[in-house]
Antibody, heavy 123, light 112 residues
Framework: QVQLVESGGGVVQPGRSLRLSCAASGFTFSNSAMHWVRQAPGKGLQWVAVISYDGSNKYYADSVKGRFIISRDNSKNTLNLQMNSLRPEDTAMYYC????????????????WGQGTMVTVSS | QSALTQPASVSGSPGQSITISCTGTSSDVGGHNYVSWYQQHPGKAPKLMIYDVSNRPSGVSNRFSGSKSGNTASLTISGLQAEDESDYYCSSYTGNSTLYVVFGGGTKLTVL
């Protein structure tokens, strides 16, 4: 069964750090580029970052650039998001998503999503 | 980078067709064919319904179709069914190094 399972969310104070993980199963993780997308409570989706299949290329939204780091461990089938200097506006459900196997482009839609992990930044 | 513009809500009766618009600029929707549509039921993860403007992933009903004209993309759902009631989001590649992917604000579809 193709599956993504996020973990690591929680309540954290502004300025602190948190590390999210996304465990992949049921497909060849090392062949797939991956995205992180977030959704603030009651709001729409917001793209956060993307990483290439081998981790050699990474791109970020300006709102998180310099604070968040996307990485992956293909030996463990795991995607990570290190979040530093957290702000209240980073409060959201964080989803990992697989770049669709229908395409070779990172921007062509994500066909598998995890159920998300909630991050709350509050004092 | 502003979000793509979608109507906040649309509605239709079972069996009818509805269209959800997604308006961007020449930098995103109008400039690339990387427009996707997602369906999201409350408390659930998004589901890919359309990719590359008009392509359906395997397993998605052919009642869902996508198109684009200029800076506006559209999602059409024909033969509305109760289970189509959901939130729908469009997204587009922007080619902009400050925000590579932009989403619409979402449209709530109500099946009357």
């Amino acid at each position: 069964q193709v599956q993504l399972v996020e973990s690591g969310g929680g309540v954290v104070q502004p300025g602190r750090s948190l590390r999210l993980s996304c465990a992949a199963s049921g497909f060849t993780f090392s062949n797939s580029a991956m995205h992180w997308v977030r959704q603030a409570p009651g709001k729409g989706l917001q793209w956060v970052a993307v990483i290439s299949y081998d981790g050699s290329n990474k791109y970020y939204a300006d709102s998180v650039k310099g604070r968040f780091i996307i990485s992956r461990d293909n030996s463990k089938n795991t995607l990570n998001l290190q979040m530093n200097s957290l702000r209240p506006e980073d409060t959201a459900m964080y989803y990992c998503a697989r770049v669709g196997l229908h395409t070779s482009s990172w921007w062509s839609g994500s066909d598998i999503w995890g159920q998300g992990t909630m991050v709350t930044v509050s004092s | 980078q502003s979000a793509l513009t979608q109507p906040a809500s649309v509605s239709g009766s079972p069996g009818q067709s509805i269209t959800i618009s997604c308006t961007g600029t020449s930098s995103d929707v109008g400039g690339h064919n990387y427009v996707s549509w997602y369906q999201q039921h409350p408390g659930k993860a998004p589901k890919l319904m359309i990719y590359d403007v008009s392509n359906r992933p395997s397993g998605v009903s052919n009642r869902f179709s996508g198109s684009k004209s200029g800076n506006t993309a559209s999602l059409t759902i024909s033969g509305l069914q109760a289970e189509d009631e959901s939130d729908y989001y469009c997204s587009s590649y922007t080619g902009n190094s400050t925000l590579y992917v932009v989403f619409g604000g979402g449209t709530k579809l109500t099946v009357l």
